[in-house]
């Protein structure tokens, strides 16, 4: 991927998807307040680091 633009969209939207599915996910119990949790903050950050990784820019030919 060669937009710096696109590169960090991406990165921003996957860490983004993540805390969002872990903040509206399933609650088992219902008693539990809203919100994310460190856990959820932590595999949004893991998230968006792969996907910078996954998608930085190739050799040039």
């Not at 969209?9 to 219902?30: D, E, N, S």
């Not at 539990?32 to 030919?61: C, D, M, Q, Y």
Request: aromatic share 6%.
């Amino acid at each position: 991927m060669k937009d710096r633009g696109l590169r960090t969209f991406v990165t921003v939207l996957a860490g983004l998807a993540v805390i969002y599915f872990g903040a509206t996910g399933h609650r088992a119990g219902g008693g539990e307040g809203g919100g994310i949790s460190g856990g959820v903050v932590l595999l949004a950050l893991l998230a968006s680091l792969l996907a910078w990784h996954l998608t930085r820019p190739g050799p040039a030919k």
